[in-house]
């Protein structure tokens, strides 16, 4: 089922009408999407993502399943908690993941300029107007509000991964354990380092009784459905 | 700008979970290298959260075009970028081992609470950083006011975070201003 439905979406065909929510999609797509058309939508989206890369997951939902329906519901949960797994910016992994499915490297080749490019495009812009006018003392002080609020939105994702990331004792103590690191500047790349190395020893060391709760949680998560679980982290 | 390159390329193989984990390591790196100050760097990442993308990216962009220009940021963000093609690619190809999750979820367990706790770092540090700019007191009422209001406008009215900015901007120069 699965190789199917890869074979399908390679194709750009997606004719599967069974979505991991349960509910059926009578969409169908008769024609691959051309990649100009790809390139536009992503163009379309980048300004949405303004605030952060999963910003962009709502918009790009109703893009993607409901105006142009190019994919299932399901499919794309699927697909972005890909890229919210993948190492790099969510966004542009979101964007090259969805291009591969819709028309292969090409799709996803058009997919990431279509990502990348306005968002470069529109910082540059964005730090000229700041130059441009940025010894106002009315702009600094906005500048300072909006400081403000991405520390607020920081402090929100922190607490959608963190409601992940910490099952239990063992992870909440790691946690503490790694805030502690940085506050006494250990190198961040070595607390992820070593933080992979801890996470699989100890659950080596558990053994079989951590595969039997993995397995549980795993279908609990199912069951809640895969829309959720990108939602983690917004 | 080679290290420029390779310190981003570096930092594209390891930022799991968005790039707001990257922050504190891009500070520590930006201001060891002297490619900006501290205080440039808090404006950097303001400008950087406005912006739509993904805010490594931006921050990338940023730090590229002050210390090399044009080049500078295409290397920043040819370095952050490049990893997660990689990445993306290498996760296509094991996409059927992948929906077991197995492996994954045992490399993710260690490495979540780090992510967290890395996040939750570059929120002190910018706190710190706002702070230090102006009268504390001050600062810290509206500071912690803009978190009560974002957050319940985020969690209780799952409002899309463009609005949060906007109101925190506003809020800014009429308030601090």
Known sequence: MNSARIQGAKRGIYADGKDRAGSTTSNKVHSPPTFASIMWSFLKLAPSSFGGGYAIFPALEKEMTERRRWLGSGELAETLSLAAAAPGGVAVNASLLIGYRLRGFGGAAAAGIGAIVPTIAIVLALFFLYRLIGDTPKLRAAMEGSAWGIVALILFTAWRIGRAAIRDKFTAGLMLAALACLLGRVPPLYLIASGVLIGVGAIWMKGRSYRDSESVQEENGSSNGDGSCYMYYI | ?177
Do not use: C
């Open chain 2, 1 to 177: 700008m080679w290290i420029l390159f390779l310190f981003f390329l570096r930092l594209g193989f390891v930022s799991f979970g968005g790039g707001y984990a990257l922050i504190p390591m891009i500070e520590r790196e930006a201001v060891q290298q002297g490619w900006m100050t501290q205080d440039a760097f808090l404006n950097a990442v303001t400008v950087a959260g406005m912006s739509p993308g993904p805010i490594a990216v931006n921050l990338g962009t940023l730090i590229g075009y002050r210390t090399f220009g044009i080049g500078g940021a295409a290397a920043a963000v040819g370095g952050l970028v490049l990893p997660s093609i990689i990445m993306s690619a290498a996760m296509l190809l094991l996409i059927h081992r992948l929906r077991k999750q197995s492996w994954i979820s045992r490399l993710f367990y260690g490495l979540q609470p780090i992510v967290t706790a890395l996040i939750l770092y570059a929120v002190y540090r910018l706190g710190i950083g706002s702070l230090d700019r102006g009268s504390w007191g001050g600062h810290l009422v509206f500071g912690l006011a803009i978190i009560g209001i974002g957050w319940v406008m985020l969690v209780r009215y799952r409002m899309p975070p463009v609005y949060l900015l906007l109101f925190s901007a506003i809020a800014g120069a009429a308030v601090l201003g």
